[in-house]
């Protein structure tokens, strides 16, 4: 097993981690979003919701998963924030 494909496996389960992180809501729009590839009005549809409901799900899931990925550029201080 070379370093390039231990480092990638440990970067998809970061990004697991940090997508089981997620509300069961935002993480149904991210998951329906990215995976699904479904719109944000499609999205909206489903689950009875405003579009901008759905933006805002997804901004709080790419928040999460980018300070979960990148933790060690965070400052000491956001340790103590989700």
């Known amino acids: ?10 970067l998809l389960r970061l990004y697991e981690r940090a997508v089981d ?3 069961k809501f935002d993480r149904q729009v991210f998951l329906g979003h990215r995976v699904e590839e479904l719109s944000y009005r499609q999205l909206a549809k489903r689950h009875g ?3 901008h409901e759905i933006e805002q799900a997804m901004i ?8 979960t990925v990148d933790r060690k ?3 000491r201080w956001q340790f103590w924030r989700r």
């Open 1 to 10: 097993m070379n370093r390039f494909t231990r480092a990638r496996r440990q």
């Open 21 to 23: 992180r997620l509300d």
């Open 49 to 51: 919701v405003s579009v």
């Open 60 to 67: 709080r899931s790419l928040r999460v998963i980018a300070q």
């Open 73 to 75: 550029n965070r400052r």
